[in-house]
């Protein structure tokens, strides 16, 4: 057999077998996952020539194109470089140049087939759309995707084109609008990936079969195409529009829109959809509202380096949650989501019923097959006896904010866990030193303070009172980080770092309107400013009785003789009595018009002022580490704006 010229390389390897097929494994150096940098990109630029060769000389049968790593196949382009493609020239070089890449992928007479597992994503993607056949491992591990959005852009490398030929528009649309990732079986009846392999030793036989047999992957059939033919695909995207709008304005996030601008232009001709990404991609990856969400993405990143690393990396199995209300309930619930053994103590079966049947319905929505809900179900255990404590790895307290039981449970839970099992408090409001200062050792009592609802707010506060060393907080972070949770360390300071910034921002709001305002127009010029929520609508949802208390924690208390103490005193207490500011009907707010205001978001931006300011204070006064820290805490703690990369990155940007 010829020998086989390939150029050097540190990412791929490449090796031709007896059979002709050429085995391309990406494998990037130093990194846990693949990512298509322009270092990766230019090799197998020199590669692919190199397969052009030996595919004219006819001793190449095929491709296949796999992953070295376990993570999974390819995790985008590199997000790393992107800040170094400011210049519109550089950037559309760089775009043009990949483009050229994967056609002429996609142009080699061989077949070539992508074996795919764990995470494809992004450029991955796009590069395994490019490939003629796609053979996907069908495990928990893989998901395919474009999550672009996320970062203020959509796909750049020709996904855009290519997602809707395999897909048809409406699906393909779908992915990149949302930035929703696959699991192999639902991208298989998309028609982005060909065949299913069970486990991914078999990968490489499937590919193998794949290429000697000559497959090639079938484009969507007219019917899925329909949608985007004639007058209909203006409908689509009108539709489209409207379904975006009502997740994100233009103004704050404008990827979607200019998604659904290309599609209306060239949605009918996958070429030419391909070919009109890069006018519309420039202007995005440069946008203020990509850069900021980069950085949300690197700081989220960040919180994944905490904890204890290396051979003292603690294992978590089991974990005891006293207090079956709510916030113990749902952490309990969300323990056991997270595949923990969960014992779940209160008094009497009777009040840790709720919490059980409220976990059952949690592990309905958020897990597959009756096997999974079954053991799930299985893992949390109710338990009147508090017998779980000695088995704990963590024992989490939510009962209610009364310090003499906290410490009695503390004294109690001191006694009877295992040495080394995290003693945590979920307190919103107590002093982490007044409840551990009894302790035998003090040091072992750390704040998780999760916030509700649990299931959905990523944010957990790693509190750490004057007691702890840095080895206790580094348990507590690695524990939010075992159970899918981001932590942020702070300080034990009233309010920690939270409700200390939320508050004096909902109370601003709720004296303005006290003073005359209109309720409807304050919430809506929080929300054109880019807050999810408007702060009125906010107080109803916490609840005004919990507004009151934090409130008087943070030294600010509710004037008796105000329309907030007076609404408290007749039990309307928001959403969930059904009345508050507002009236609540089927979970919503019921509002009257907005009156009209010149300037909303400028009105927004007043409302938030007393945020940044105590996000600042927060930062000054040492609650939280730094700027870095406070802004992706207030973010996930608050949904503050993040297009705007969070408060403190907003006001250095002067818009905030
Ligand atoms: N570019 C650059 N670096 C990336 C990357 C990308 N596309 N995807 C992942 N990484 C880096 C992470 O920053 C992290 O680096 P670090 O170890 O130096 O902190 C490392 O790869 C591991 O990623 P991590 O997020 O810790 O692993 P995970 O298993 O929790 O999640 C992913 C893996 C792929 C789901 C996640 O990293 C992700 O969402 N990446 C971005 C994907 C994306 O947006 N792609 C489209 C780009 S246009």
């Not at 990194?31 to 090799?43: G, H, Q």
Request: net charge positive; hydrophobic share 45%.
């Amino acid at each position: 057999m010829a020998q086989v010229q390939m150029p050097p390389s540190r990412a791929w390897k490449f090796h031709l077998d007896f059979e002709g097929i050429g085995w391309l494994t990406i494998d990037v150096p130093d990194a846990p996952v693949n990512t298509l940098s322009r270092e990766t990109l230019a090799e197998l630029n020199g590669i692919v020539t190199a397969l052009e060769d030996m595919q004219q000389s006819g001793e190449l049968k095929g491709v296949a194109l796999l992953s070295g790593k376990e993570s999974g196949f390819i995790a985008g382009a590199d997000i790393t470089e992107f800040d170094e493609m400011g210049d519109p020239g550089v950037l559309r070089a760089a775009l043009d140049r990949a483009h050229a890449l994967f056609d002429r992928i996609e142009a080699l007479k061989v077949p070539v087939v992508a074996g795919i597992h764990g995470f494809c994503l992004g450029g991955g993607f796009e590069l395994a759309l490019a490939c003629h056949y796609r053979v996907a491992v069908n495990d928990d591990k893989t998901r395919l995707g474009f999550p672009e959005v996320n970062l203020g852009m959509f796909p750049g490398f020709g996904g855009s084109g290519r997602s809707i030929r395999q897909a048809g528009p409406v699906d393909a649309m779908q992915i990149m609008l949302t930035g929703k990732l696959l699991r192999a079986s639902q991208a298989r009846r998309m028609g982005l990936v060909d065949k299913l392999v069970r486990v991914r030793d078999t990968l490489r036989w499937e590919a193998r079969k794949a290429i000697l047999q000559g497959r090639k992957s079938a484009v969507a059939p007219l019917a899925k195409r329909a949608m985007a033919l004639g007058p209909l695909r203006g409908y689509v995207a009108n539709k489209m529009r409207a379904e975006a709008g009502k997740k994100a304005s233009l103004e704050h996030y404008p990827a979607p829109y200019s998604l659904i601008d290309l599609f209306e232009a060239h949605g009918n001709d996958w070429r030419a959809m391909k070919e009109g990404e890069a006018e519309r991609f420039i202007p995005l990856m440069n946008s203020d509202t990509s850069k900021n969400l980069r950085r949300v993405f690197f700081l989220s990143e960040g919180l994944k380096k905490q904890g204890v690393r290396g051979k003292d990396k603690a294992v978590f199995r089991r974990v005891h949650v006293i207090g079956a209300g709510v916030m113990g309930g749902d952490i309990a619930a969300w323990c056991a989501l997270r595949g923990m053994g969960v014992t779940l103590q209160d008094l009497d079966m009777e009040r840790i019923k709720p919490a059980l049947d409220r976990a059952k319905s949690l592990f309905k929505k958020r897990l597959r097959t009756k096997t999974e809900i079954d053991n799930a179900v299985a893992r949390l255990e109710a338990d009147v006896t508090g017998k779980g404590l000695a088995r704990a790895d963590v024992v989490i307290e939510a009962v209610v904010e009364n310090l003499e039981v906290k410490r009695k449970i503390f004294a109690d839970a001191e006694l009877k866990t295992k040495p080394g099992a995290i003693l945590a408090t979920n307190t919103s409001s107590i002093e982490l030193e007044r409840i551990a200062e009894n302790l035998t050792a003090p040091g072992r009592l750390i704040g998780l303070h999760f916030f509700n609802p649990v299931a959905q707010l990523p944010l957990v506060e790693v509190i750490r009172s004057r007691f702890n060393a840095d080895a206790d907080i580094a348990r507590g972070a690695s524990f939010a980080l075992a159970i899918g949770k981001s932590p942020v360390v702070v300080k034990s300071a009233p309010g920690f770092l939270v409700n200390r910034v939320l508050m004096p921002y909902m109370l601003g709001a709720v004296q303005r309107v006290e003073a005359g305002a209109n309720k409807e127009q304050i919430d809506a010029a929080a929300v054109a400013f880019g807050m999810p929520m408007g702060p009125i609508e906010l107080m109803d949802t916490v609840g005004l009785d919990v507004g009151k208390s934090v409130a008087e924690e943070l030294g600010n208390p509710v004037p008796a003789n105000s329309q907030f103490a007076k609404l408290i005193a007749d039990k309307k207490l928001g959403r969930k009595t059904g009345q508050g500011f507002y009236t609540w009907t089927n979970g919503k707010a019921v509002k009257g018009e907005v009156p009209p205001h010149p300037d909303l978001a400028g009105l927004g931006r007043e409302l938030v002022q007393p945020l940044v300011n105590a996000t600042s204070v927060a930062v000054a006064e040492g609650v939280v580490a730094s700027d870095d820290l406070a802004d992706i805490g207030v973010i996930y703690g608050t949904g503050f704006a993040p297009f705007l990369g969070g408060p403190l990155q907003a006001r250095k940007d002067g818009r905030a």
